[in-house]
């Protein structure tokens, strides 16, 4: 299904198929760096760059969504940093698509995906839907903003836990200078019950029309293609951009995304 995905800020599948009993994917190559590598460099990002970050990763998520696939597996490996600045969503491999509650377990039970980014609902239930993406867009965007997961464990147990029965704090807890209304992105993206959560990645992108922090133009139908330049993509520093957080507090989150039924 991923071989049908077209999208500026999805890294492309050319082909697929099976020799001598190994499946292999034929992918677009894309020269640079993975945001995991970003963060191990420099700590963590500005809120300037994370959001640079997440709009495209937003973007490719959004379109899977509308062609019916869920990427189950966001997280930091998978979104890549070329060399001439555009951001892309790779790995597609756990992909699947949506049928009512897709199934998020193998056959033999085993729980699929990486447990630091798996929504309460994979958890509990073993199901995937496209709110499952944004729960992992939600807490790759705390990763981007503190550097840290925000659970922790000495087990994938009980880091799996925590999912389930904590709440993702705010990234201010650690970096006292993000703005609030970033806090609040979070916090509308990862609510343990899925129905409070954004049911699409555009309700909950830091430019759509309904914030307070981007405006983007209705009339515009192209997809966002977010480039840092070369430079930016090298050195970390924060590109230049339009995007900039209200000094004010954003009205509650169930007044920007409507609730998705359960």
Avoid at 4 to 9: C, K, V
């Amino acid at each position: 299904s991923a071989a049908g995905l077209s999208h500026p800020n999805v890294v492309a599948v050319y082909d697929q198929g099976a020799d001598q009993g190994h499946v292999f994917l034929v992918m677009e190559l894309v020269r640079g760096r993975t945001l995991r590598d970003l963060l191990r460099e420099h700590g963590h990002l500005s809120p300037r760059q994370a959001l640079e970050v997440l709009e495209p990763v937003l973007a490719a998520l959004g379109a899977a969504h509308q062609a019916g696939i869920i990427h189950r597996d966001v997280k930091p490996e998978n979104v890549l940093i070329s060399d001439d600045g555009r951001i892309k969503v790779a790995d597609f491999g756990l992909a699947r698509a949506v049928t009512g509650h897709t199934s998020h377990t193998t056959a033999s039970g085993v729980l699929m995906g990486t447990v630091a980014y798996l929504s309460p609902e994979q958890v509990e239930r073993g199901v995937a839907d496209p709110r499952s993406d944004v729960y992992a867009a939600g807490i790759l965007l705390y990763e981007m903003l503190t550097g840290l997961k925000p659970y922790d464990g000495e087990t994938a147990i009980q880091v799996a836990y925590r999912h389930v029965h904590d709440d993702v704090p705010p990234p201010s807890q650690l970096v006292p200078s993000t703005p609030a209304e970033l806090d609040a992105l979070v916090a509308h993206a990862t609510p343990a019950g899925c129905s409070p959560r954004c049911p699409r990645p555009a309700g909950c992108s830091p430019t759509a029309s309904s914030t307070p922090w981007g405006r983007r133009s209705a009339r515009s139908r192209r997809p966002p293609t977010r480039r840092w330049s070369s430079t930016c993509a090298r050195t970390g520093r924060p590109p230049r951009v339009a995007v900039t957080p209200a000094r004010s507090a954003p009205p509650g989150a169930a007044a920007r995304c409507p609730a998705a039924r359960a």
